[in-house]
C-alpha cells in the first residue's frame, strides 16, 4: 500500500519560513519523481516544485529563489524549504509521487501566511 504522509504546514506570517516534509512507503521511492503542489481554495491545484529521481529540479517562477526542494532517499522522503512566504502562498501543498504513467497523492497540508 502506497502513503504518502506530509507534515510541517501551519501558520506563519509573511517572510517567515516553513519546511515541508513527505514521507513515503510502498514505492521504491529513489526511481521516483517527488513534487510539491498547492490549492488554493477555488484554484485549481498548480505546480509548486519537482525533483527527479536523479536530483534535477523544477520550479513554479513564483516560488523560485524563495523555495528549495530535496530528497533523502535513505529516508524515503522529500522537503520543501519555504522561505520568505507571502500571503499568496497560502494554500494546502500536496505531495506527489510520479514514474512514467503511475502517481501517488498524499493527504495534504496547509499553510497560511497572514500579512
Known amino acids: 500500500q502506497v502513503q504518502l504522509v506530509e507534515s510541517g504546514g501551519g501558520l506563519v506570517q509573511a517572510g517567515g519560513s516553513l519546511r515541508l516534509s513527505c514521507a513515503a512507503s510502498g514505492i521504491i521511492f529513489s526511481a521516483y519523481t517527488m513534487g510539491w503542489y498547492r490549492q488554493a481554495p477555488g484554484k485549481q491545484r498548480e505546480l509548486v516544485a519537482t525533483?527527479?529521481?536523479?536530483?534535477?529540479?523544477n520550479y513554479a517562477d513564483s516560488v523560485k529563489g524563495r523555495f528549495t526542494i530535496s530528497r533523502d532517499n535513505a529516508k524515503n522522503t522529500v522537503y520543501l524549504q519555504m522561505n520568505i512566504l507571502k500571503p499568496e502562498d497560502t494554500s494546502v501543498y500536496y505531495c506527489?509521487?510520479?514514474?512514467?504513467?503511475?502517481?501517488?497523492w498524499g493527504q495534504g497540508t496547509q499553510v497560511t501566511v497572514s500579512s
Open positions: 506527489n509521487a510520479k514514474l512514467t504513467s503511475v502517481g501517488y
Open positions: 525533483i527527479a529521481s536523479g536530483g534535477s529540479t
